[in-house]
Every structure is written in structure tokens, then in C-alpha cells.
């Protein structure tokens, strides 16, 4: 897991796992370095200097899993600007943690660890099995012998080692 980087992909328990994780850093910090009796009632409120290091690192590591997330959709990190919008945000935001991602390779790379790369590495091995078969095809013109018997040209054993 990359946790600062916006390429690749996320997917769905990765990213609300790192969502999650951000939403105890916030707390936390909050406890920890905001002076509760603070508060004024414009809003504003003291803080040491230290609560915002916490506060940017996780805000940041839950950017780029959004943005990561939104890779495993298929859609560009421009998709969150939806969520600005007061009506589509909430579905833009629905889709993001409920959607199910690319199962094959898409342009931002393959799919994340999770069960979704098993199709991928399914259809290798498909691939392989197949061009196995084209390439290891007995040619019809020719006899297989071995020690115990022969194969003939359709393919029948022939138990004797008289060929035809």
C-alpha cells in the first residue's frame, strides 16, 4: 500500500480502511492538541502548531486513496469533484466507497490484491492453457511412437509397435 501516491489502485476495503484509520488520526489530534475550552462561537478555535502535521498527513493519505479509488472505477481523480455538488456529491460519494472496481487491467494499471485480480490471473492462465494447445497440436501427417505403442494419424493408440 502506497498511502502518498496517486497512481495505481485502491481498492474497496483499502480505501476505507485508510478512511478510517484517517478518522482516528483526526480525532485523536483534535483531543490531543485542541484546546476544548477554546472555542469561540465565530467559529474559531486555538491549536498548537503541532495539530496540524497529523492533521495534513492524514488528510492527505485520504486524498490520494480517493483518488487511487477512483482509478479502480475507471474514472480519473476529477470524479470527487462531483462531490461538491450538493445532491450528486452524496452519490458520487456512494458510488466511490460501494462501486465495484475494473476487474481486468485498466489505463491506471492492474487491479489492486484483492479478489478482483483473480480474474486477471484466471484469464493468464486461460490464455496459457490455450496457446499451449495451438502450439502442442500433433501434426496429422505424422506417427507418435513410444515404447508401449503408437499413436496413429487420428489420434487412436495402437497397442502393437507396427506402424501403418
Given amino acids: 500500500m502506497e498511502f502518498f501516491s496517486f497512481n495505481g489502485r485502491a481498492g474497496r476495503l483499502e480505501y476505507l480502511g485508510i478512511v478510517m484509520s484517517a478518522t482516528v488520526v483526526h480525532f485523536i489530534n483534535a483531543l490531543l492538541f485542541v484546546d476544548l475550552e477554546s472555542f469561540r462561537g ?3 478555535f486555538d491549536a498548537s502548531p503541532l495539530y496540524f502535521i ?3 498527513l492524514a488528510t492527505w ?6 483518488i487511487r479509488r477512483c482509478h479502480d472505477l475507471g474514472r480519473s481523480g476529477f470524479f470527487l469533484l462531483w462531490q461538491i ?5 452524496l452519490a458520487a460519494s456512494l458510488f466511490i ?5 475494473d476487474d481486468m487491467k485498466n489505463r491506471f494499471g492492474p487491479p489492486p490484491w484483492s479478489i478482483s485480480n483473480r480474474a486477471e490471473k484466471r484469464a493468464e492462465i486461460e490464455r ?3 496457446w499451449d494447445a495451438t502450439v502442442n497440436q500433433p ?15 487420428d489420434g487412436l493408440w495402437n497397442e502393437s509397435n507396427i506402424s501403418r
Avoid: N, S, Y
Fill in 42 to 44: 465565530d467559529g474559531t
Fill in 54 to 56: 497529523p492533521f495534513v
Fill in 61 to 66: 493519505a485520504t486524498w490520494c486513496a480517493a
Fill in 85 to 89: 455538488v450538493p445532491l450528486l456529491g
Fill in 97 to 101: 466507497i460501494f462501486g465495484r472496481g
Fill in 128 to 130: 496459457a492453457a490455450v
Fill in 139 to 153: 501434426k496429422p501427417e505424422e506417427d507418435w511412437v513410444t515404447e508401449e505403442g503408437t499413436f496413429d494419424m
